[in-house]
Each structure stands twice: as structure tokens, then as C-alpha cells.
């Protein structure tokens, strides 16, 4: 970890149960509490790409908090929250979501740009794009990101990967579909040496106690280190099954 070393926190349902990566609505406010009581930075994806063109702007204790999917139950959760402690986050947006029944209203997306909050794009489908043919691919970055444009009326330069892995090509898609970051789901912190088109997050989950998350922030080496061991053992497994069978399969086991 270096001294400028930030790490990107990834949200996604907030809900009473669900899959691993759904907490709960009192998990998520002790959880920002814990990041005003100790006086933590928090901001959006397009925040720390500024800051890494601006070195001088770079806040001592830092973290970035994003929100995969764009679930309605964020903004009614999550926005009052980061309100209350004036912190920036970005929400990727799934926009086959926007106006269905767990996804944001156009409204929503539309509120919380006017609030402040970044809205990246987080494809239109949510597929693998690793499995598309140039020609969908295009269609995956382009599209959604002209949909939220559509709604905010401002540039939408921030993705985050389905599934969270990319590789070359895809980051050569996004780079011409006129996206200035790219958020993986690869565990490891992000610094003003970092490469914007695989910048690392770690998703928090509903076994987390605050006891952890607070080690997670505040870059305990052997939790950080402990946290990658165990991606390295599901990423191989990942690449022995391939991705649907892989998914298909977490999906039968929390259904």
C-alpha cells in the first residue's frame, strides 16, 4: 500500500436479505458514520481521476464509494446518508433497469446528478463483455452511456464492468466510446500512479462486520492481503468453469 494508496468501495442492493453482496439499510448508516466519525474524503470515481491530474488536491484520508446496478432502493437509502456527511459517490447504472421495478426512475438518476453524485454507465444489459462480438460491445458501452446523458445533460465518463473483469479489447472499446475510467471489481487500491481504465474496488458485503470495514478503509495489510488470496482462488476457478457456468451456478445457491 502506498501513502497515496485510496481504495474504491462497491455497494450494490440495499435490502433485509439477499445474496452476499446485499447489507442492510443499518449496515450502510453505521458503516458512513464510521467514515464521518473519522473524518474520511469520500468521493465519486470522476473526483479521483481530477485529483490524479491534480495531485495537489489529494486529501489525506480518502475513500471512493460506488454503487453497481442502479437499484431505486439506493437512492432512497444510500442518498440521504452520503447527504448527511457531504460525501461523493458515483452509481453505475444499468439502464435496462431505469423505470422498472427495482431500478432507478429517470427522476432519481436525474436527482442525484443534480445533487452532486456522479452516474457512470454500467452497460445497458449487464452481460459479460467478454463474451460479445465487436459489434454488441459497441452497442453495450455506447448506448447505455447515451441513454444517461439523455437524462442528466451531462458527459457520462465513468464505467464499471459487469462481472468486473475485462481485458484489452474491451478496454480499447471503452476508450472509444469516450469513457475516461473504467472500475473493475479486481482487489487492490487505487493511486495517482494507477492506470484509470482498471482502477480496483472491493465490494462490501453483509458478513462484514464494522470491525472489518473499518480495517478494509483504513488498508490493513493482512485484510487486504487475506481478501486477494481468496479472489486469486475464485478467479481460477472462474476461468476453469467459464463465466455462465460459473455464474449460473452462485446464482442456483443464493435463489
Request: proline share 4%.
Amino acid at each position: 500500500m502506498t501513502s497515496h494508496a485510496i481504495p474504491f468501495l462497491m455497494y450494490h442492493n440495499i435490502l433485509p436479505e439477499g445474496d452476499p453482496y446485499t447489507i442492510t439499510k443499518e449496515m450502510f448508516r453505521k458503516q458512513m458514520a464510521l467514515l464521518g466519525e473519522l473524518d474520511y474524503s469520500c468521493i465519486a470515481v470522476n473526483e479521483f481521476a481530477e485529483r490524479v491530474q491534480n495531485p495537489s488536491k489529494q486529501a489525506k484520508i480518502t475513500v471512493c464509494l460506488t454503487f453497481d446496478d442502479g437499484y431505486a432502493n439506493n437512492f432512497k437509502y444510500c442518498l440521504p446518508e452520503l447527504e448527511k456527511y457531504e460525501f461523493g459517490a458515483t452509481f453505475f447504472v444499468t439502464t435496462c433497469l431505469i423505470d422498472s421495478k427495482i431500478g432507478f426512475s429517470e427522476n432519481q438518476i436525474r436527482s442525484l446528478s443534480d445533487k452532486g453524485m456522479e452516474i457512470g454507465s454500467h452497460t445497458v444489459n449487464h452481460v459479460f463483455l467478454s463474451n460479445l462480438p465487436d459489434e454488441k460491445l459497441y452497442y453495450e458501452l455506447e448506448e447505455s452511456r447515451r441513454q444517461l446523458e439523455v437524462i442528466i445533460h451531462k458527459p457520462v465518463t465513468s464505467l464499471s464492468l459487469p462481472g468486473g473483469r475485462g481485458n484489452k479489447r474491451i478496454v480499447e472499446a471503452a476508450q472509444k466510446a469516450g469513457y475516461k475510467t473504467l472500475c473493475t471489481s479486481m482487489y487492490h487500491t487505487n493511486n495517482p500512479d494507477s492506470n484509470l481504465f482498471s482502477l480496483g474496488r472491493v465490494p462490501i458485503k453483509r458478513k462484514y462486520t464494522l470491525e472489518l470495514f473499518q480495517k478494509i478503509v483504513s488498508l490493513d495489510p493482512s485484510v487486504w492481503k487475506s481478501m486477494k488470496f481468496r479472489q486469486d482462488i475464485k478467479f481460477f476457478i472462474q476461468r476453469i468453469l467459464g463465466n455462465k457456468l460459473y455464474h449460473s451456478i452462485w446464482e442456483m445457491k443464493y435463489e
